[in-house]
Protein backbone atom coordinates (compact mmCIF):
# COMPACT_ATOMS: atom_id res chain seq x y z
CA UNK A 1 0.00 0.00 0.00
CA UNK A 2 2.83 2.56 0.40
CA UNK A 3 3.49 5.33 -2.20
CA UNK A 4 1.11 4.09 -4.81
CA UNK A 5 -0.73 6.78 -6.52
CA UNK A 6 -3.04 5.46 -8.96
CA UNK A 7 -5.62 8.15 -9.33
CA UNK A 8 -9.20 6.27 -10.14
CA UNK A 9 -11.21 6.76 -13.48
CA UNK A 10 -14.17 8.95 -13.67
CA UNK A 11 -15.92 5.06 -14.71
CA UNK A 12 -14.15 3.83 -11.42
CA UNK A 13 -15.52 6.65 -9.41
CA UNK A 14 -19.01 6.69 -10.36
CA UNK A 15 -18.99 2.92 -10.02
CA UNK A 16 -18.65 3.49 -6.68
CA UNK A 17 -21.93 5.08 -6.08
CA UNK A 18 -25.37 3.32 -6.49
CA UNK A 19 -27.64 3.69 -9.84
CA UNK A 20 -30.25 5.49 -8.08
CA UNK A 21 -27.25 8.32 -6.77
CA UNK A 22 -25.58 9.36 -10.01
CA UNK A 23 -26.06 9.26 -13.60
CA UNK A 24 -23.95 10.61 -16.37
CA UNK A 25 -25.37 13.33 -18.65
CA UNK A 26 -22.24 13.90 -20.47
CA UNK A 27 -19.44 11.59 -21.36
CA UNK A 28 -15.91 12.51 -21.18
CA UNK A 29 -14.10 13.11 -24.39
CA UNK A 30 -11.25 10.92 -23.05
CA UNK A 31 -13.24 7.65 -21.74
CA UNK A 32 -10.04 6.75 -19.33
CA UNK A 33 -9.73 10.42 -17.85
CA UNK A 34 -8.38 10.43 -13.99
CA UNK A 35 -9.76 12.09 -11.09
CA UNK A 36 -6.74 13.65 -9.50
CA UNK A 37 -8.91 15.68 -7.10
CA UNK A 38 -12.39 17.43 -5.96
CA UNK A 39 -13.47 20.33 -4.89
CA UNK A 40 -16.68 23.25 -4.97
CA UNK A 41 -16.86 25.16 -8.34
CA UNK A 42 -17.08 28.41 -7.95
CA UNK A 43 -18.28 30.46 -10.79
CA UNK A 44 -15.73 33.67 -9.54
CA UNK A 45 -12.92 31.77 -9.47
CA UNK A 46 -10.69 31.56 -12.85
CA UNK A 47 -9.88 27.78 -13.99
CA UNK A 48 -6.27 27.69 -13.85
CA UNK A 49 -3.91 24.73 -13.93
CA UNK A 50 -4.86 23.26 -10.80
CA UNK A 51 -7.97 22.21 -11.98
CA UNK A 52 -6.61 19.91 -14.53
CA UNK A 53 -8.17 16.08 -13.50
CA UNK A 54 -10.57 17.95 -10.95
CA UNK A 55 -13.98 16.67 -10.19
CA UNK A 56 -15.70 20.37 -9.74
CA UNK A 57 -19.31 19.69 -7.01
CA UNK A 58 -21.09 22.58 -8.63
CA UNK A 59 -22.93 23.02 -5.17
CA UNK A 60 -26.33 25.31 -5.36
CA UNK A 61 -25.70 25.84 -8.90
CA UNK A 62 -28.74 25.48 -11.72
CA UNK A 63 -28.03 23.82 -14.61
CA UNK A 64 -29.58 26.70 -16.76
CA UNK A 65 -27.00 29.33 -15.06
CA UNK A 66 -26.03 31.41 -17.86
CA UNK A 67 -22.60 32.37 -15.43
CA UNK A 68 -22.17 28.13 -15.69
CA UNK A 69 -22.96 27.78 -18.98
CA UNK A 70 -20.70 30.63 -20.01
CA UNK A 71 -17.31 29.37 -17.90
CA UNK A 72 -17.49 25.64 -19.06
CA UNK A 73 -15.00 26.87 -22.42
CA UNK A 74 -12.44 27.76 -19.91
CA UNK A 75 -12.95 24.88 -17.89
CA UNK A 76 -12.73 22.05 -20.44
CA UNK A 77 -9.32 24.14 -21.58
CA UNK A 78 -7.99 23.74 -18.29
CA UNK A 79 -8.58 20.42 -18.07
CA UNK A 80 -11.12 19.68 -15.77
CA UNK A 81 -12.31 16.02 -15.67
CA UNK A 82 -15.85 16.46 -14.69
CA UNK A 83 -18.79 18.72 -13.27
CA UNK A 84 -21.20 17.09 -10.95
CA UNK A 85 -24.28 18.65 -10.14
CA UNK A 86 -27.98 18.68 -9.26
CA UNK A 87 -30.71 19.11 -12.00
CA UNK A 88 -33.46 19.05 -9.47
CA UNK A 89 -35.69 19.08 -12.58
CA UNK A 90 -34.46 21.38 -14.53
CA UNK A 91 -34.14 21.76 -18.37
CA UNK A 92 -30.59 20.45 -19.05
CA UNK A 93 -30.19 20.67 -22.89
CA UNK A 94 -28.21 23.61 -22.96
CA UNK A 95 -25.69 22.41 -20.27
CA UNK A 96 -25.37 18.71 -22.44
CA UNK A 97 -24.31 21.25 -25.68
CA UNK A 98 -22.11 23.26 -24.33
CA UNK A 99 -20.69 20.51 -21.37
CA UNK A 100 -19.91 18.04 -24.40
CA UNK A 101 -18.16 21.48 -27.12
CA UNK A 102 -16.37 21.69 -23.78
CA UNK A 103 -15.04 17.85 -23.43
CA UNK A 104 -16.18 18.07 -19.86
CA UNK A 105 -18.04 15.32 -18.77
CA UNK A 106 -21.56 15.96 -16.34
CA UNK A 107 -22.79 13.67 -13.62
CA UNK A 108 -26.33 13.92 -11.84
CA UNK A 109 -26.57 13.52 -8.24
CA UNK A 110 -29.48 12.54 -6.86
CA UNK A 111 -31.70 15.25 -4.76
CA UNK A 112 -31.88 12.97 -1.97
CA UNK A 113 -27.75 12.29 -2.49
CA UNK A 114 -26.24 14.76 0.40
CA UNK A 115 -23.36 16.26 -0.78
CA UNK A 116 -21.33 15.93 2.65
CA UNK A 117 -21.87 12.48 1.25
CA UNK A 118 -20.63 12.64 -2.25
CA UNK A 119 -17.69 14.53 -0.79
CA UNK A 120 -16.37 11.70 1.77
CA UNK A 121 -17.05 9.51 -0.99
CA UNK A 122 -14.45 11.22 -3.54
CA UNK A 123 -12.20 11.81 -0.36
CA UNK A 124 -11.87 8.23 0.44
CA UNK A 125 -11.40 7.08 -3.42
CA UNK A 126 -8.53 9.46 -4.76
CA UNK A 127 -6.71 9.88 -1.42
CA UNK A 128 -4.91 13.03 -0.20
CA UNK A 129 -1.75 13.25 -2.36
CA UNK A 130 -0.62 16.43 -0.90
CA UNK A 131 -0.24 14.95 2.23
CA UNK A 132 1.19 11.83 0.91
CA UNK A 133 -1.40 9.57 1.55
CA UNK A 134 -2.04 6.61 -1.30
CA UNK A 135 -4.91 6.97 -3.89
CA UNK A 136 -7.10 4.80 -5.57
CA UNK A 137 -5.78 1.06 -6.63
CA UNK A 138 -8.07 -1.46 -7.87
CA UNK A 139 -5.98 -4.17 -4.89
CA UNK A 140 -7.17 -1.29 -2.34
CA UNK A 141 -11.15 -1.38 -3.88
CA UNK A 142 -11.48 -5.10 -3.60
CA UNK A 143 -11.33 -8.03 -0.77
CA UNK A 144 -13.45 -7.77 2.50
CA UNK A 145 -12.53 -6.19 5.90
CA UNK A 146 -10.45 -8.98 7.12
CA UNK A 147 -8.16 -9.67 4.69
CA UNK A 148 -7.42 -5.77 4.81
CA UNK A 149 -7.17 -6.45 8.87
CA UNK A 150 -4.83 -9.33 7.84
CA UNK A 151 -2.69 -7.31 5.33
CA UNK A 152 -2.20 -4.34 8.08
CA UNK A 153 -1.23 -6.76 10.82
CA UNK A 154 1.79 -8.00 8.51
CA UNK A 155 2.52 -4.60 7.77
CA UNK A 156 2.31 -3.39 11.42
CA UNK A 157 3.65 -6.00 13.43
CA UNK A 158 0.59 -6.72 15.68
CA UNK A 159 -3.01 -7.93 15.98
CA UNK A 160 -5.39 -5.99 14.00
CA UNK A 161 -9.36 -4.81 14.82
CA UNK A 162 -10.90 -2.47 12.47
CA UNK A 163 -13.83 -0.95 14.19
CA UNK A 164 -17.53 1.67 13.20
CA UNK A 165 -17.84 4.94 14.84
CA UNK A 166 -19.94 3.14 17.49
CA UNK A 167 -16.86 0.79 17.93
CA UNK A 168 -18.44 -2.36 16.46
CA UNK A 169 -15.99 -4.80 16.21
CA UNK A 170 -16.29 -5.14 11.83
CA UNK A 171 -13.17 -6.86 11.49
CA UNK A 172 -10.13 -8.63 12.80
CA UNK A 173 -6.96 -10.05 12.08
CA UNK A 174 -6.18 -13.72 13.03
CA UNK A 175 -2.76 -14.68 11.80
CA UNK A 176 -0.97 -17.66 13.76
CA UNK A 177 1.13 -16.02 16.81
CA UNK A 178 -0.34 -12.61 16.90
CA UNK A 179 -0.84 -11.10 20.45
CA UNK A 180 -3.80 -11.22 22.33
CA UNK A 181 -5.03 -10.19 25.86
CA UNK A 182 -7.97 -10.00 27.97
CA UNK A 183 -9.25 -6.74 26.28
CA UNK A 184 -8.82 -8.06 22.90
CA UNK A 185 -10.03 -11.03 23.75
CA UNK A 186 -13.55 -9.89 24.97
CA UNK A 187 -14.70 -6.74 22.46
CA UNK A 188 -13.99 -10.07 19.75
CA UNK A 189 -15.99 -12.25 22.04
CA UNK A 190 -18.86 -9.27 22.68
CA UNK A 191 -18.20 -7.44 18.54
CA UNK A 192 -18.42 -4.03 20.55
CA UNK A 193 -16.07 -2.58 23.04
CA UNK A 194 -17.59 -1.84 26.33
CA UNK A 195 -18.59 1.70 27.64
CA UNK A 196 -15.54 1.69 30.20
CA UNK A 197 -13.23 2.61 27.12
CA UNK A 198 -15.48 5.29 25.94
CA UNK A 199 -12.72 8.22 27.04
CA UNK A 200 -9.92 6.49 25.04
CA UNK A 201 -11.80 6.48 21.84
CA UNK A 202 -13.16 10.59 22.58
CA UNK A 203 -8.98 11.10 22.54
CA UNK A 204 -8.29 9.31 19.49
CA UNK A 205 -11.38 10.97 17.54
CA UNK A 206 -9.74 14.29 18.32
CA UNK A 207 -6.45 13.35 17.57
CA UNK A 208 -4.76 13.92 14.16
CA UNK A 209 -2.81 10.77 13.45
CA UNK A 210 -2.05 7.73 15.22
CA UNK A 211 -1.78 7.56 18.79
CA UNK A 212 0.02 5.24 21.52
CA UNK A 213 -2.26 3.91 24.21
CA UNK A 214 -0.19 1.94 27.21
CA UNK A 215 -2.82 1.85 29.86
CA UNK A 216 -4.16 -2.24 28.62
CA UNK A 217 -1.94 -4.90 29.40
CA UNK A 218 -0.40 -5.11 25.67
CA UNK A 219 0.38 -1.52 24.44
CA UNK A 220 -1.79 -0.45 21.42
CA UNK A 221 -1.55 2.05 18.68
CA UNK A 222 -4.84 3.55 17.17
CA UNK A 223 -5.60 5.64 14.30
CA UNK A 224 -9.22 7.31 13.42
CA UNK A 225 -10.24 6.77 9.71
CA UNK A 226 -11.70 9.25 8.35
CA UNK A 227 -13.15 10.49 4.33
CA UNK A 228 -12.94 14.31 4.64
CA UNK A 229 -14.57 15.46 7.33
CA UNK A 230 -16.12 12.40 8.23
CA UNK A 231 -15.38 9.63 10.79
CA UNK A 232 -15.84 6.57 9.59
CA UNK A 233 -14.18 4.06 12.60
CA UNK A 234 -10.97 3.50 13.60
CA UNK A 235 -8.06 0.78 13.60
CA UNK A 236 -6.35 -0.62 16.32
CA UNK A 237 -2.81 -2.68 16.60
CA UNK A 238 -1.82 -4.69 19.82
CA UNK A 239 1.56 -5.84 20.33
CA UNK A 240 3.34 -8.23 22.12
CA UNK A 241 4.90 -7.86 25.80
CA UNK A 242 7.46 -5.45 26.61
CA UNK A 243 7.77 -4.66 23.02
CA UNK A 244 6.87 -0.87 21.30
CA UNK A 245 5.85 0.13 17.73
CA UNK A 246 8.35 1.53 16.00
CA UNK A 247 7.84 4.58 13.64
CA UNK A 248 7.21 2.46 10.58
CA UNK A 249 4.37 0.66 12.37
CA UNK A 250 2.77 4.02 12.77
CA UNK A 251 3.50 4.97 9.44
CA UNK A 252 1.64 1.62 8.50
CA UNK A 253 -1.12 2.13 10.48
CA UNK A 254 -1.34 5.57 8.95
CA UNK A 255 -1.33 4.59 5.10
CA UNK A 256 -4.13 1.36 6.26
CA UNK A 257 -6.29 3.91 7.61
CA UNK A 258 -6.51 5.90 3.99
CA UNK A 259 -6.94 1.97 2.30
CA UNK A 260 -9.44 1.20 4.94
CA UNK A 261 -11.58 4.68 4.26
CA UNK A 262 -13.12 3.32 1.00
CA UNK A 263 -13.83 0.05 2.58
CA UNK A 264 -15.92 1.36 5.13
CA UNK A 265 -17.17 3.77 3.07
CA UNK A 266 -18.61 0.88 1.32
CA UNK A 267 -19.62 -0.82 4.24
CA UNK A 268 -21.35 2.37 5.31
CA UNK A 269 -23.15 3.19 2.49
CA UNK A 270 -24.68 -0.54 2.20
CA UNK A 271 -25.77 -0.42 5.34
CA UNK A 272 -27.12 2.86 4.93
CA UNK A 273 -29.28 1.45 1.99
CA UNK A 274 -30.36 -1.65 3.99
CA UNK A 275 -31.48 0.89 6.94
CA UNK A 276 -33.21 2.90 4.43
CA UNK A 277 -35.64 -0.13 3.06
CA UNK A 278 -36.53 -1.69 6.15
CA UNK A 279 -37.35 1.40 7.99
CA UNK A 280 -40.15 2.38 5.28
CA UNK A 281 -40.85 -1.66 5.91
CA UNK A 282 -40.64 -0.42 9.36
CA UNK A 283 -43.15 2.50 8.81
CA UNK A 284 -45.92 0.87 7.19
CA UNK A 285 -46.00 -1.89 9.66
CA UNK A 286 -46.29 0.36 12.35
CA UNK A 287 -49.30 2.11 10.70
CA UNK A 288 -51.03 -0.85 10.40
CA UNK A 289 -50.32 -1.15 6.80
CA UNK A 290 -50.73 -5.03 5.31
CA UNK A 291 -47.18 -5.28 4.53
CA UNK A 292 -45.32 -9.08 4.68
CA UNK A 293 -41.96 -7.69 6.63
CA UNK A 294 -40.57 -11.15 7.94
CA UNK A 295 -37.96 -11.76 4.24
CA UNK A 296 -36.76 -7.91 4.57
CA UNK A 297 -36.78 -7.70 8.43
CA UNK A 298 -35.39 -11.17 9.31
CA UNK A 299 -37.94 -11.78 12.45
CA UNK A 300 -39.05 -15.06 11.49
CA UNK A 301 -40.31 -16.23 15.00
CA UNK A 302 -41.11 -15.02 18.62
CA UNK A 303 -41.82 -11.90 20.15
CA UNK A 304 -40.95 -8.56 19.78
CA UNK A 305 -41.76 -5.37 21.03
CA UNK A 306 -41.23 -1.38 20.18
CA UNK A 307 -39.57 1.22 22.08
CA UNK A 308 -40.49 5.08 21.48
CA UNK A 309 -37.28 7.46 21.65
CA UNK A 310 -39.10 10.95 21.85
CA UNK A 311 -36.63 14.18 21.03
CA UNK A 312 -36.77 17.19 23.13
CA UNK A 313 -38.15 20.72 22.05
CA UNK A 314 -35.14 21.80 20.25
CA UNK A 315 -34.94 25.65 19.22
CA UNK A 316 -34.15 26.01 15.43
CA UNK A 317 -35.92 25.02 12.18
CA UNK A 318 -37.74 21.53 11.00
CA UNK A 319 -34.73 20.99 9.20
CA UNK A 320 -32.24 21.02 12.72
CA UNK A 321 -34.62 19.18 14.46
CA UNK A 322 -34.73 16.12 11.15
CA UNK A 323 -30.98 16.07 11.57
CA UNK A 324 -30.57 15.41 15.37
CA UNK A 325 -33.63 13.37 14.87
CA UNK A 326 -31.63 10.83 12.33
CA UNK A 327 -28.38 11.20 15.01
CA UNK A 328 -30.73 9.68 17.25
CA UNK A 329 -32.00 7.04 14.95
CA UNK A 330 -28.84 6.31 13.77
CA UNK A 331 -27.81 5.78 17.54
CA UNK A 332 -30.76 3.49 18.42
CA UNK A 333 -29.74 1.58 15.44
CA UNK A 334 -26.30 1.07 16.34
CA UNK A 335 -27.13 0.17 19.82
CA UNK A 336 -29.91 -1.84 18.42
CA UNK A 337 -27.52 -4.27 16.60
CA UNK A 338 -25.38 -5.54 19.29
CA UNK A 339 -28.42 -6.24 21.29
CA UNK A 340 -30.51 -7.95 17.98
CA UNK A 341 -29.10 -8.63 14.62
CA UNK A 342 -32.95 -8.13 13.65
CA UNK A 343 -33.68 -4.66 15.21
CA UNK A 344 -34.76 -1.71 12.65
CA UNK A 345 -35.82 1.56 13.32
CA UNK A 346 -37.41 4.92 11.83
CA UNK A 347 -37.59 8.57 12.93
CA UNK A 348 -41.26 10.10 12.87
CA UNK A 349 -42.99 12.93 14.10
CA UNK A 350 -40.06 14.06 16.08
CA UNK A 351 -39.85 10.36 17.84
CA UNK A 352 -37.07 7.14 17.17
CA UNK A 353 -38.98 4.04 16.84
CA UNK A 354 -37.01 0.92 17.33
CA UNK A 355 -38.67 -2.54 16.82
CA UNK A 356 -36.49 -5.06 18.77
CA UNK A 357 -36.51 -9.22 18.66
CA UNK A 358 -36.70 -10.17 21.91
CA UNK A 359 -35.05 -14.23 22.72
CA UNK A 360 -37.17 -16.89 22.91
CA UNK A 361 -35.34 -17.80 26.79
CA UNK A 362 -36.61 -14.42 27.64
CA UNK A 363 -40.03 -13.13 25.76
CA UNK A 364 -39.78 -9.75 27.98
CA UNK A 365 -38.61 -6.16 27.85
CA UNK A 366 -35.18 -6.57 30.21
CA UNK A 367 -33.32 -6.91 26.59
CA UNK A 368 -35.89 -3.38 25.81
CA UNK A 369 -34.88 -1.63 28.92
CA UNK A 370 -31.10 -2.42 28.68
CA UNK A 371 -31.17 -1.23 25.53
CA UNK A 372 -32.84 2.30 26.22
CA UNK A 373 -30.98 3.00 29.25
CA UNK A 374 -27.86 2.68 26.45
CA UNK A 375 -29.30 5.18 24.14
CA UNK A 376 -29.93 7.65 27.11
CA UNK A 377 -27.21 7.90 28.43
CA UNK A 378 -24.79 8.05 24.89
CA UNK A 379 -27.79 10.25 23.67
CA UNK A 380 -26.41 12.86 26.39
CA UNK A 381 -23.14 12.57 26.33
CA UNK A 382 -22.60 12.57 22.84
CA UNK A 383 -25.71 14.86 21.54
CA UNK A 384 -25.88 16.88 24.27
CA UNK A 385 -30.01 15.52 24.10
CA UNK A 386 -32.24 14.30 27.43
CA UNK A 387 -34.53 11.30 25.55
CA UNK A 388 -37.47 9.94 27.16
CA UNK A 389 -38.23 6.54 26.14
CA UNK A 390 -41.72 4.34 26.23
CA UNK A 391 -41.17 0.98 26.18
CA UNK A 392 -44.59 -1.41 24.68
CA UNK A 393 -45.57 -4.99 25.54
CA UNK A 394 -44.01 -8.18 24.05
CA UNK A 395 -46.34 -9.16 21.00
CA UNK A 396 -45.91 -12.33 18.67
CA UNK A 397 -47.37 -11.66 15.69
CA UNK A 398 -46.59 -9.02 13.77
CA UNK A 399 -50.18 -8.07 13.11
CA UNK A 400 -49.88 -6.83 16.52
CA UNK A 401 -46.92 -4.34 16.34
CA UNK A 402 -48.99 -1.67 15.73
CA UNK A 403 -50.48 -2.06 19.46
CA UNK A 404 -46.97 -2.22 21.26
CA UNK A 405 -46.13 0.80 19.16
CA UNK A 406 -49.36 2.49 20.57
CA UNK A 407 -48.44 1.85 24.13
CA UNK A 408 -45.13 3.21 23.98
CA UNK A 409 -46.35 6.17 22.48
CA UNK A 410 -49.22 6.34 25.66
CA UNK A 411 -45.87 5.61 28.07
CA UNK A 412 -44.71 8.16 26.61
CA UNK A 413 -47.72 10.86 27.05
CA UNK A 414 -47.30 9.34 30.83
CA UNK A 415 -43.95 10.50 31.14
CA UNK A 416 -44.37 14.28 29.38
CA UNK A 417 -47.26 14.59 32.10
CA UNK A 418 -44.77 14.18 34.79
CA UNK A 419 -46.81 11.38 36.18
CA UNK A 420 -43.63 9.18 36.34
CA UNK A 421 -40.24 9.45 38.28
CA UNK A 422 -37.84 8.38 35.74
CA UNK A 423 -37.31 9.13 31.78
CA UNK A 424 -37.81 5.66 30.80
CA UNK A 425 -40.95 2.94 31.48
CA UNK A 426 -42.63 0.06 30.03
CA UNK A 427 -46.53 0.13 30.06
CA UNK A 428 -46.67 -2.49 32.64
CA UNK A 429 -45.35 -0.37 34.84
CA UNK A 430 -47.26 2.74 34.17
CA UNK A 431 -50.57 0.95 32.45
CA UNK A 432 -52.99 2.87 35.07
CA UNK A 433 -51.80 5.90 34.48
CA UNK A 434 -51.85 5.14 30.59
CA UNK A 435 -55.45 4.25 31.04
CA UNK A 436 -56.56 7.20 33.43
CA UNK A 437 -55.34 10.08 31.13
CA UNK A 438 -57.24 8.34 27.95
CA UNK A 439 -60.27 8.10 29.95
CA UNK A 440 -59.43 12.06 31.63
CA UNK A 441 -58.92 13.15 27.46
CA UNK A 442 -61.93 11.94 26.43
CA UNK A 443 -64.09 13.08 29.99
CA UNK A 444 -62.43 16.59 29.46
CA UNK A 445 -62.90 17.07 26.13
CA UNK A 446 -66.23 14.74 24.74
CA UNK A 447 -69.10 17.54 26.17
CA UNK A 448 -71.38 14.01 26.61
CA UNK A 449 -69.31 13.25 29.27
CA UNK A 450 -68.88 16.34 30.65
CA UNK A 451 -70.72 17.51 33.91
CA UNK A 452 -72.46 20.96 34.27
CA UNK A 453 -72.30 21.07 38.09
CA UNK A 454 -68.12 20.89 37.35
CA UNK A 455 -68.08 24.01 34.85
CA UNK A 456 -70.80 25.79 37.43
CA UNK A 457 -68.09 25.15 40.73
CA UNK A 458 -65.19 26.42 38.72
CA UNK A 459 -67.44 29.47 37.80
CA UNK A 460 -68.18 30.07 41.49
CA UNK A 461 -64.60 29.84 42.93
CA UNK A 462 -63.60 32.20 40.45
CA UNK A 463 -66.08 34.94 41.38
CA UNK A 464 -66.92 34.05 44.95
CA UNK A 465 -62.94 33.41 45.96
CA UNK A 466 -64.17 30.02 47.34
CA UNK A 467 -62.05 26.23 46.58
CA UNK A 468 -65.09 24.28 46.33
CA UNK A 469 -63.49 22.47 43.23
CA UNK A 470 -60.01 21.83 45.51
CA UNK A 471 -62.32 20.59 48.44
CA UNK A 472 -64.37 18.10 46.11
CA UNK A 473 -61.52 16.75 44.64
CA UNK A 474 -59.40 16.16 47.89
CA UNK A 475 -62.93 14.70 49.31
CA UNK A 476 -62.81 11.90 46.36
CA UNK A 477 -59.24 10.99 46.19
CA UNK A 478 -59.62 10.28 50.12
CA UNK A 479 -62.38 8.50 48.94
CA UNK A 480 -64.72 10.17 51.75
CA UNK A 481 -62.13 10.44 54.72
CA UNK A 482 -63.37 13.52 55.99
CA UNK A 483 -60.64 14.13 58.17
CA UNK A 484 -57.65 12.58 56.26
CA UNK A 485 -58.87 14.89 53.39
CA UNK A 486 -59.20 18.48 55.32
CA UNK A 487 -55.81 17.79 56.23
CA UNK A 488 -54.56 17.90 52.78
CA UNK A 489 -56.29 21.12 52.53
CA UNK A 490 -54.96 22.08 55.86
CA UNK A 491 -58.68 23.00 57.33
CA UNK A 492 -60.20 22.16 59.99
CA UNK A 493 -62.51 18.85 59.76
CA UNK A 494 -65.83 20.88 60.62
CA UNK A 495 -65.01 23.39 57.52
CA UNK A 496 -64.27 20.59 55.37
CA UNK A 497 -68.09 19.01 56.18
CA UNK A 498 -69.23 22.20 55.30
CA UNK A 499 -68.20 22.81 52.16
CA UNK A 500 -69.04 19.29 51.14
CA UNK A 501 -72.40 19.74 52.01
CA UNK A 502 -72.70 23.01 50.02
CA UNK A 503 -71.63 21.62 47.25
CA UNK A 504 -74.34 19.18 47.38
CA UNK A 505 -77.40 22.13 47.81
CA UNK A 506 -75.82 24.68 45.54
CA UNK A 507 -74.92 22.39 42.48
CA UNK A 508 -76.84 19.19 42.83
CA UNK A 509 -73.77 17.07 43.04
CA UNK A 510 -74.96 13.37 44.31
CA UNK A 511 -71.69 11.97 46.16
CA UNK A 512 -73.90 8.84 46.86
CA UNK A 513 -73.41 7.78 42.77
CA UNK A 514 -70.52 5.59 42.39
CA UNK A 515 -70.52 6.42 38.65
CA UNK A 516 -70.76 10.36 39.45
CA UNK A 517 -67.93 10.72 41.99
CA UNK A 518 -65.91 8.64 39.02
CA UNK A 519 -66.78 10.94 36.34
CA UNK A 520 -66.16 13.91 38.82
CA UNK A 521 -62.64 13.13 39.75
CA UNK A 522 -61.55 12.29 36.30
CA UNK A 523 -62.61 16.00 35.27
CA UNK A 524 -61.57 17.60 38.63
CA UNK A 525 -57.90 15.37 38.40
CA UNK A 526 -57.18 16.71 35.10
CA UNK A 527 -57.88 20.41 36.14
CA UNK A 528 -55.37 19.88 39.48
Excluded at 19 to 43: F, G, I, K, M, W
Excluded at 185 to 194: A, D, K, N, S, T
Excluded at 246 to 272: F, I, K, M, Y
Excluded at 344 to 360: H, K, N, Q
Aim: hydrophobic share 45%; net charge negative; glycine share 8%.
Amino acid sequence: MTGRHAYPSLKQLLALFGRSEVSLLTAPSDPDVQVTTHTVLDLAEKAGPEYKGALLMAVGICPEDTALLDALPALGEAGIAAIALKTRGSRTGPLIEAATAAGIAVVDVSDEFPWRHVDALLAAATGDVRNGAPGFSSADAVGDLFALANAVAAMVGGAITIEDPQQRILAYSNLPGQPIDDVRREVILGRQVPDRYLQAYRHLYRAQGVVRFGCAPLPRIAVAVRAGADLLGSIWAVGSSGETFGPEAERALAEAAASAALHLLRVRRATDLERRARSELLRSLLAGEPVSPTARLGIERGSMTVLAFELPSLPGTSVDVDIVGLQVADLVAACAETTARASSCVFEGGIVYALLPLPDESPEASGATTLAKTVLTRAEESLRIRLRVGIGSAVAPFADVPRSRQEADRVLTVLAAGRHSSRLACIEEVRSQAILLELEDTVVHDPLFQFTSVAAILRHDTEKQTQYAKTLLAYLEGFGDIAAAAETLHVHANTFRYRIRRIGDLFGVDLTNADERLLLWLQLRHLY
